[in-house]
């Protein structure tokens, strides 16, 4: 049950830094400071855009299961 909860911590960790790289930046942040904020959003978020923000929602969730599993795995223990 650890090995198992280790490697969904593993995998979902990759997946979440991969998705948030992929989210457009929204300026007023880092990416603003380096030269990023100088475009101008005048459209709305798009349908992908949006499903992106609901995949990373649910990975994060993923991640945040499996950081509580592997915790209580470790005091139980």
């Known amino acids: 049950m650890t090995l198992?909860?280790?490697?969904i911590l593993i995998v979902?960790?990759?997946?979440?830094?991969?998705?948030v790289l992929l989210h457009r930046g929204r300026?007023?942040?880092?990416?603003s400071l380096f030269g990023?904020?100088?475009?101008?959003?005048l459209a709305g978020?798009?349908?992908?855009?949006?499903n992106l923000d609901r995949i990373?929602?649910?990975?994060a969730a993923v991640w945040v299961i499996?950081?509580?599993?592997s915790g209580l795995l470790l005091t139980v223990g």
């Open 4 to 7: 198992a909860l280790q490697i």
């Open 12 to 19: 979902s960790s990759i997946l979440l830094i991969l998705l």
């Open 27 to 31: 300026g007023g942040g880092l990416s």
């Open 36 to 41: 990023g904020g100088m475009q101008s959003s």
């Open 45 to 50: 978020s798009s349908v992908a855009e949006k």
């Open 56 to 59: 990373t929602l649910l990975v």
């Open 66 to 69: 499996a950081v509580i599993g």
